[in-house]
């Protein structure tokens, strides 16, 4: 294990549905310490199959949603309906009703003018309190991939070309906003990411491994592939 992963908190959960309780929680506890002393909680969501089942726990839970304030890692440049957009899903788990403020990325007007849109939002509320972030099989996090830029010197939020998985054309937090957080949660379910956590623990410079390790507050890892953490003694 390298030493950038060493200071990440590990917890290892057996089922997506634990999984998800677990990342409930820890947003929770995240939103009462914010609130607690600010006021205001603002938290920048993922896309993914275990996010979603954690987004609908969430919406059943007790909180001071007034206070709350949504954001995204990432999102495609597709119509506002359409179910491949993060913001849809988490419409649809009925997480974003109940937040006080919702900022969707307009990434329906494409890559360039949507992310400068949302560039101004993301600026005005870092350092936010929670980012939530998953990892792809090739070890790309929000729509941050291998071999693509992770940063723009001039700006927080950034378009996305010919990523590899489709659609081609998307709009992502840069590498430094994402960083720019009191806590980071990373979200790793499946076999299919089993060979991109090992990548991750054995030092590749992978788009995750490069945006956590550079977080200035506390990085969290929920996963459920234990096979792997064991033989690296985690």
């Not at 607690?36 to 199959?49: C, E, I, N, P």
């Not at 200035?216 to 033989?231: A, H, K, N, P, Y």
Request: net charge negative.
């Amino acid at each position: 294990m390298n030493g950038a992963t060493e200071k990440i908190r590990w917890f290892v959960i057996e089922g997506q549905q634990a999984v998800a309780r677990t990342v409930v929680g820890m947003i929770s506890e995240a939103a009462a310490s914010a609130i607690g002393q600010r006021d205001a909680f603002s938290l920048v969501l993922a896309g993914g199959s275990t996010p979603k089942v954690a987004y609908a726990q969430l919406a059943e839970t007790t909180q001071q949603w007034e206070k709350w304030s949504l954001y995204y890692g990432d999102e495609r440049c597709l119509p506002p309906g359409d179910p491949e957009r993060n913001s849809h899903m988490v419409i649809e788990t009925g997480l974003a009703h109940r937040a006080g403020r919702h900022f969707p990325i307009p990434a329906e007007r494409g890559p360039q003018q949507g992310a400068a849109e949302y560039a101004p939002l993301v600026d005005a509320a870092r350092p936010f309190d929670m980012v939530l972030l998953g990892m792809g099989e090739d070890g790309h996090t929000a729509s941050l991939f291998p071999g693509h830029p992770l940063d723009d010197a001039q700006a927080s939020v950034i378009p996305v070309h010919d990523a590899p998985k489709p659609p081609p054309d998307r709009i992502s937090l840069t590498a430094t906003a994402l960083q720019d957080s009191t806590e980071i949660i990373v979200i790793v379910t499946g076999k299919e990411k089993a060979d991109a956590l090992r990548r991750w623990l054995d030092g590749e410079a992978l788009p995750i491994a490069q945006v956590t390790a550079g977080a200035i507050g506390r990085v969290s890892v929920v996963t459920d592939q234990r096979e792997v953490l064991e033989t690296f003694s985690i």
